[in-house]
């Protein structure tokens, strides 16, 4: 894509806020050419779902004060009961999750 297909087709101005305008829709257009399987956005999907759970499982580790060991593709925490039952929830009755 070149810099004058940005705005695609919406008329932010000119200036700082035309410039931002631009970009920032550049953000939503990159998202629907990834959903339509045209584009890989240059932070997918599978990287923010591994960066977000690293920094979720730092803050579990800091919540029961100790290094942990998690078995990614089991999700669990394999060391430590305490840090494992901070990853689930259990619910009240009729407000459970099923599947």
Known sequence: MNCLQWNMYWDFGSGQV????SHTMDI???????CKGNLKTSCDCEYSGN??????????????????AY??????VT???DAEALLRRTYRPGWTLNG
Request: glycine share 16%.
């Open 51 to 68: 960066m977000i759970e690293t920094m979720l499982l730092g803050l579990v580790a800091y919540r029961v004060g100790k290094k942990i």
């Open 18 to 21: 035309g410039d931002m305008g």
């Open 71 to 76: 078995d990614g593709a089991a999700g669990r």
């Open 79 to 81: 060391d430590n009961p």
């Open 28 to 34: 939503a257009w990159n998202v629907i050419d990834a």
